[in-house]
C-alpha cells in the first residue's frame, strides 16, 4: 500500500527545527557549591535549550559557605565546554530577572519525591507572577540523586571523600576553606 504523507504545517509548530523559535532556559539556584549533579542537569539541560543561563540567587537571608564571586568563578569554569551556557546572578524574583534576559523556561532538578512539593510550590507561584513562564523538570540522574550542596559540606567538614560527588575544582576550594578554618 502506497504510504500518504502527513503535511507539516512548519509555521502552526514552534517546536519543529528550521522554524522554530530559539529557546531560552534559566537554571536558577544557589549553588553552593556547585555539584557532580548540577552540572549533570547542565550538560543535559545545554543539549535541551539553544541558550541556558545558569544563575545564582544573591541572597542575603542565607550564609553561604562561598561568595557570589566564587560560586560564579567554578561555574565558569566547568561550563566552559558548553559554548551555549553561561553564568550569572540575580536578585529579586526569578520571573523578572528572565524577563530582562528574554528567557521563557526555568530549568529545575528533581531528586527524589521530597523534592517535588518545594518545586511544585515555587513553579506554580512563578506562573501566577508570570503566566508566561514554563517549569521544565528533568529527573536527576541516578548516580546523584543522593547528592546536595548541604550534604557535601557537612559530609566534607566532617572528613568524609566527596571526590566524584563535585567537580575537581570545587574538591580543591573546599580543601582551602577548611585549612583557612572558615
Ligand atoms: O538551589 P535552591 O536554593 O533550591 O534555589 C532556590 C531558588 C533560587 C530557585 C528560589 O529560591 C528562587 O527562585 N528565588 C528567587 C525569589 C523568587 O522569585 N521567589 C518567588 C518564586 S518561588
Do not use: C
Not at 566532617?158 to 576550594?173: C, F, H, K, M, Q
Not at 576553606?177 to 572558615?182: E, L, S
Amino acid at each position: 500500500m502506497k504510504k500518504v504523507p502527513v503535511p507539516v504545517d512548519r509555521k502552526a509548530s514552534p517546536t519543529l527545527s528550521g522554524n522554530r523559535r530559539s529557546v531560552t532556559a534559566v537554571y536558577p539556584g544557589s549553588f553552593d557549591p556547585i555539584t557532580n549533579g548540577h552540572l549533570d542537569l547542565i550538560e543535559r539541560g545545554s543539549r535541551l535549550f539553544d541558550r541556558l543561563i545558569v544563575a545564582i540567587l544573591e541572597n542575603a537571608a542565607k550564609e553561604p559557605l562561598f561568595s557570589v564571586e566564587e560560586r560564579m568563578e567554578m561555574l565558569r569554569e566547568v561550563t566552559r565546554p558548553y559554548p551555549n551556557v553561561s553564568v550569572d546572578s540575580f536578585h529579586g524574583l526569578l520571573v523578572d530577572y528572565m524577563k530582562e534576559r528574554s528567557a521563557q523556561v526555568i530549568l529545575r532538578g528533581i531528586r527524589a519525591i521530597s523534592d517535588y512539593e518545594y518545586e511544585l510550590q515555587m513553579a506554580l507561584m512563578n506562573n501566577r507572577l508570570w503566566p508566561g513562564v514554563e517549569t521544565v523538570f528533568l529527573m536527576s540522574s541516578e548516580a546523584y540523586s543522593f547528592v546536595s550542596s548541604r550534604l557535601i559540606k557537612q559530609v566534607f567538614e566532617l572528613g568524609g571523600d566527596v571526590s566524584g560527588l563535585v567537580p575537581p575544582i570545587v574538591e580543591a576550594r573546599l580543601k582551602n576553606r577548611v585549612r583557612r578554618g572558615a
